[in-house]
């Protein structure tokens, strides 16, 4: 089964701990092949398991939860472990949802980063998963053939230094802050021009509320 490391590390404490065991063993016996963690579980219920961590959604049969269970506990997964459980009992409270806050741990963060990012002069590290899963433009970037496909470093120089980190954010983490009128208009032309539809709907949602005759213009002037 193949899965991206740094979306298992952002996801699990355990999984991350197994890396680093990987590592260690790696570096001691100079081997340089592909990282391979051996996994004595179901396939079908550990192949389940990675999906959720990559998108927080699971559907479980009455059987299949009682080992769900046991593997999220093992894993560190109280939010999986809660799921599993509900579907066996109805007695239980689901904790929310951590896939945003567990992606906060790959933003901006070297750790396991295959590409860098380039924009004013400053250095961003990055994941190419991630971009990928979240923008159409990144994704066309980094597997049409495009020179981007084959290097370490992406230059954006129609970008701005605060806006880029703002649309990073938004795709590690969906997390937004909007209460800057301009950097909001800001963002929603990034999110345009990256491709990234539902930042540019939720930009484009608080500029309809807050727009009007005096304040567009000099917006428009500021993009100029």
């Known amino acids: 089964m193949h899965a991206h490391r740094i979306i298992l590390s952002c996801r699990s404490q355990r999984m991350r701990d197994l890396f680093e065991e990987l590592d260690s063993r790696k570096r001691k016996d100079d081997h340089d092949g592909p990282q391979v963690i051996e ?3 179901s396939y079908n219920v550990f192949r389940t398991l990675v999906k959720y961590l990559y998108c927080d959604r699971i559907s479980l049969s009455l059987e ?3 080992e769900m269970i046991d593997i999220s506990i093992e894993y560190g997964l109280d939010q999986l472990t809660a799921i599993a459980t509900s579907c066996i009992t109805n007695d239980v409270i689901i904790p929310p949802s951590r896939l945003n806050s567990d992606m906060e741990f790959a933003l901006f963060n070297s750790l396991l980063s295959d590409v860098t990012i380039t924009v004013e ?16 433009y990144f994704r066309a970037m980094l597997t049409a053939g495009l020179r981007e496909q084959h290097q370490s470093r ?6 701005e230094r605060a806006t880029l980190n703002a649309v990073l954010r938004f795709i590690y ?7 800057d009128v301009q950097l909001t208009f800001d963002l929603f032309c990034q999110a345009s021009l990256y491709r990234i539809s539902n930042l540019q709907d939720r930009c484009e949602q608080v500029l309809l509320d807050v727009l009007d005759d005096d304040n567009v213009a000099t917006l428009f002037e500021a993009a100029d």
Do not use: Q, W, Y
């Open 154 to 159: 992406i230059l954006l120089p129609e970008s």
């Open 39 to 41: 996994i004595k579980r």
């Open 121 to 136: 002069g400053f250095e961003i590290p990055c994941h190419k998963v991630v971009l990928m899963n979240r923008s159409v």
């Open 64 to 66: 299949s939860a009682r």
């Open 173 to 179: 983490t969906d997390t937004l802050n909007l209460a």
